[in-house]
């Protein structure tokens, strides 16, 4: 896993066409730069250049052996796939692989194969339609063209990579056994102030915000519930700056049902007289254990609620036939 920063290019240029993007494919290129210092995010401030803003050049992702940057939101059309209005330009998400020589290929090849398939799980992609940049361009062009050469592994391996990714359980498949953060923006008695806060969050842009009411009849609206702390408090943080004053994490561990305990069984009651009889005579105590001797039978007696030098004393007297 490793972080994906944003820096999206503006809306209005040239290399931001705009246009609606259905994700269909997700097309995989090699850089083609060798040079030194051609990460990820030099290709980012490259895109959002003045150079590429008069340019048809665009795409969506660019991974290197550390991390990735995006570019262009993935539901927009782009540039990258030589194809014009073909699918590779409009229907594909573009993702960079950097061959910089002061990278490392197998790791970025690594990174590449974990962003595809968190593109794949995001928006329903099969790994059939992830495709090579050469299958797109109608003069073949040789792109990915380190992948397409075995470096540092196959084609038919990176596609194999990623499947076997997409098979692995998401975090939201495994069982609830982490807390859950949620973020909260108020809690109320009554439906409809909830209806109403509810409609000021889908206003400022928290579309999925829902009511939550529980056992105690309060109405809660909530934004999200995330396994990552950090997560919900980012969340939080985004609904205070729009207005939310209240907003905050709520956490709780994820409910785990547990069998109902039975009740404690009842300590019997039992005299100095009695426990001393039974030392005396070496019967068990009530629980059908022995009495033990010394600190044993010390504690035993103190669990029984009774004083053990008061019950020795008397198991002395019975020794002494009084
Ligand atoms: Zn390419």
């Known amino acids: ?113 974990w962003l595809v398939a968190e593109l794949c799980r995001r928006h329903n992609i099969p790994p059939a339609n992830i495709r090579q940049h050469n299958h797109f361009d109608p003069r073949s062009q040789n792109c990915p063209r380190q992948l397409r050469a075995g470096q540092p592994y196959s084609w038919a391996e990176f596609i194999q990579r990623v499947t076997s990714l997409l098979d692995q359980p998401t975090p939201q498949e495994q069982p609830p056994s982490q807390a859950l953060h949620r973020v909260q923006l108020g809690a109320f008695g009554g439906r409809d102030n909830a209806n109403n806060l509810i409609l000021e969050a889908k206003r400022a842009g928290f579309s999925d915000a829902f009511i939550s ?5 309060l109405f809660r609206v909530q934004i999200g519930a995330f396994r990552d702390l950090a997560n919900a408090t980012a969340q939080r943080d985004r609904a205070r ?36 009889q039974d030392i005396f ?33 008397r198991v002395n007297q019975l020794m002494a036939g009084r």
């Open 1 to 113: 896993m490793i972080q994906i920063h944003q820096r999206i290019i503006p809306k209005g240029r040239r290399n931001r066409p705009g246009r609606k993007n259905p994700m269909e494919f997700i097309t995989i290129h090699n850089t083609g730069n060798t040079s030194t210092g051609a990460h990820a995010e030099a290709h980012s401030r490259y895109l959002l250049g003045d150079v590429a803003a008069g340019l048809p050049v665009s795409w969506h992702y660019t991974v290197d052996c550390r991390e990735a940057w995006q570019h262009l939101p993935d539901n927009e059309d782009a540039f990258h796939a030589s194809d014009g209005a073909g699918a590779g330009n409009r229907r594909s998400i573009g993702v960079e692989i950097c061959v910089n020589q002061d990278g490392n290929l197998r790791q970025a090849t690594d990174n590449a194969v």
């Open 213 to 217: 009411s529980g056992a105690d009849g």
């Open 241 to 276: 700056q729009a207005g939310f004053a209240d907003a905050f994490v709520v956490t709780a561990e994820a409910v785990t049902p547990t069998p109902p305990q039975p009740p404690p069984a009842p300590r019997p009651t039992l005299t100095v007289e009695q426990a001393a």
């Open 281 to 313: 005579r070496g019967r068990p105590a009530p629980d059908g254990q022995p009495w033990g001797t010394g600190a044993t039978r010390r504690a035993r007696l103190t669990q029984f609620g009774l004083d053990p030098q008061a019950v020795q004393a």
